[in-house]
Structures are given as C-alpha cells and as structure tokens.
C-alpha cells in the first residue's frame, strides 16, 4: 500500500514537472542571458534583480522535483548575485553552465554522483 502511495505522489510531482519545466527553464535562460550581460559588461540593475529573482525561485523549487544538486547550484547562484559588483564573474558562468547541465537529465540522475569531470 505504502509502495503505491510513493508510486502515485511520484506520478502527481512528475506532471508538476512537466508543467513547470517550461518556467524553470525560462529561468535557466534568464541566468544565461546575465552570465553573457556580465561576460560583456555590467548588467543593469533590472537584469541584476531578474537573475537573482530566477536564482531564488529555482533554489527553492528544483529539490521539490528531485534535482538536488541542480537546487543546490542555483543557490550557490544565488550567493554569488547577493555578492553584489564584486561577484566572480568566472564562477558564475561556471554555475549557470554547470545548472544547464543538471537540469538536461531527469530528476533521479541529478542526485548521483557524476562520472565525468569537465
């Protein structure tokens, strides 16, 4: 019984999925599009708020859907914007690039350890 019920909450969370996953990877280009703003220049203040927006919203959310380490990327995201002007600009292309990647997989890959290094 218990086994079905696990079974039914994974089905319900895998349809959340589905239908955020649009947004959640709206997000995803959100932070692309300021890694290149910062890659090229200063970013505005509005693009500066969107990105910590969209890094905020996708902290919270992807451990719900079983990307922890995706969750866990985008706080570090996170982090790094609330560093303010002085943020490592490196690092940051590193993460948002390194969350793209989590985020191609599925919800159970996400978890396991990785076998490649890049």
Do not use: Y
């Amino acid at each position: 019984m218990a086994r079905q019920k696990s079974d039914e909450v994974r089905s319900a969370l895998e349809k959340v999925w589905l239908n955020s996953r649009p947004a959640t990877l709206g997000r995803v280009a959100t932070l692309e599009r300021f890694a290149e703003n910062l890659r090229s220049g200063t970013p505005d203040q509005l693009s500066w708020e969107n990105a910590l927006s969209a890094a905020h919203r996708l902290s919270g959310s992807l451990g719900m859907f079983g990307f922890n380490d995706a969750s866990s990327c985008a706080a570090k995201i996170e982090a790094l914007l609330g560093d303010g002007p002085t943020l490592d600009i490196a690092a940051m292309l590193s993460l948002v690039e390194r969350l793209r990647m989590l985020l191609e997989g599925t919800p159970e890959s996400s978890g396991k350890p990785e076998r490649h290094h890049s």
